[in-house]
């Protein structure tokens, strides 16, 4: 009986404080690049859901100690009942990041970020560091220099003939701009310094579209590849 009971594992204070702290640093560094391109969930929001996961994965395998020792027998239990329940709970907060702008869809790069902050705070309160930092690494290496790569080499390969890059004024809606197109095929918007860049599929782009555009005078410049 007293071999069974010691058998079970137990987590000091000190290993429970090391292991939160962990995974909000972690999940609050991936943060820390969502913040900085101004997306919908930032330090805050990334740490939280990190350290609540790795609260969530310690309750889960140490929380019930005195309740798994008490009585005559062991009682039998799962320590990953509670964590496994993370998996499915983090899809309804990466759903709130999700925004739909006109024909664009904003916020899944978030929500994928979530998730995967969800995932470090679980490797964190399992005391799996290795996998935690890797796996942090790993994701802002994706959300920042691999996202530029990616852009520029898809920029390349990527048929041009009908697709324009045009540039509006800083805080200028859309909607008007796309008033004066007649089918779009794709968009795409994202905010630079003091402008905003719609880039468009069109299915057909010639000189006197590009000259209607660049007319108007919330275009600040229009980009045609031919």
């Known amino acids: 009986m007293h071999l069974a009971l010691s058998a079970i594992p137990t987590l000091s204070d000190l290993d429970v404080f090391g292991r939160l702290v962990v995974a909000a640093v972690l999940g609050g560094a991936i943060g820390v690049e969502r913040e900085i391109r101004d997306r919908e969930a930032g330090i805050r929001t990334h740490l939280l859901v990190a350290l609540g996961s790795g609260l969530f994965?310690?309750?889960?395998?140490?929380?019930?100690?005195?309740?798994?020792?008490?009585?005559?027998?062991?009682?039998?239990?799962?320590?990953?009942?509670?964590?496994?329940?993370?998996?499915?709970?983090?899809?309804?907060?990466?759903?709130?990041?999700?925004?739909?702008?006109?024909?664009?869809?904003?916020?899944?790069?978030?929500?994928?970020?979530?998730?995967?902050?969800?995932?470090?705070g679980m490797a964190a309160g399992a005391g799996w560091y290795a996998a935690a930092i890797a796996t942090t690494l790993l994701t802002i290496l994706a959300l920042w220099p691999l996202r530029l790569f990616a852009y520029r080499v898809i920029e390349r390969i990527k048929p041009e003939e009908n697709r324009l890059v045009v540039e509006l004024k800083e805080g200028q809606p859309v909607g008007p701009f796309l008033a004066t197109l007649d089918e779009v095929r794709h968009f795409e918007l994202r905010d630079e310094h003091e402008r905003r860049v719609v880039t468009l599929e069109l299915p057909h782009v010639d000189e006197a579209l590009v000259s209607k555009l660049s007319d108007l005078e919330y275009v600040i410049g229009v980009r045609w590849r031919r």
């Open 57 to 120: 994965t310690i309750m889960s395998a140490y929380g019930f100690h005195a309740f798994l020792t008490s009585g005559d027998a062991v009682v039998r239990a799962d320590p990953t009942r509670i964590a496994a329940q993370i998996v499915t709970g983090i899809g309804f907060l990466g759903a709130g990041a999700i925004i739909r702008e006109g024909l664009s869809v904003r916020g899944l790069t978030t929500a994928g970020s979530l998730w995967v902050s969800a995932a470090i």
